[in-house]
């Protein structure tokens, strides 16, 4: 949340459409992991690779959307953010790429 707290205030919305942000990011994060699962069980044994956008791509993203759909192992790699990277811990990301 704190993550999508600074991207919002950042494009300096008010805090009703904030709510509705946060709710379109759920949704858009089910979509996509429907489809994902969807392409998963129709291509046993493939590996896949998705590029999403890094709020998508964090663990509360997609990857925790698509456990509703398939108990794949997965991990994520996740581009660098507007934020502390000292503030990302194991349930974000598995890996985090730091631009210095």
Same mark, same amino acid.
């Given at each position: +949340?704190?993550? /999508?707290?600074? *991207?919002f205030?950042?494009?300096?919305? $008010? ?8 709710? =379109?990011?759920? /949704?858009?994060d089910?979509? +996509? =992991?429907w489809? !994902? %699962? ?5 291509n @046993?044994?493939?590996?896949? #690779?998705? !590029? %999403?956008? =890094? *709020?998508? %791509?964090w663990?509360?993203? #997609? @990857? ?5 759909? $398939?108990s794949?192992? +997965?991990?994520? #790699?996740? @581009?660098? /953010?507007p934020?502390? @990277? ?6 974000? %990301?598995?890996? !985090?790429?730091?631009?210095?």
């Open positions: +949340m704190d993550h /999508l707290v600074e *991207i205030q950042y494009k300096g919305n $008010t805090d009703r459409s904030f709510y509705f942000f946060c709710e =379109a990011q759920v /949704l858009w089910q979509s +996509m =992991a489809y !994902l %699962a969807e392409y998963i069980k129709g @046993p044994g493939r590996k896949v #690779i998705v !590029l %999403a956008g =890094a *709020i998508h %791509a663990k509360y993203g #997609i @990857p925790k959307q698509i456990q509703k759909y $398939t794949n192992n +997965m991990k994520v #790699i996740v @581009p660098d /953010l934020v502390d @990277p000292k503030s990302v811990n194991e349930n974000d %990301a598995d890996y !985090l790429i730091i631009h210095s």
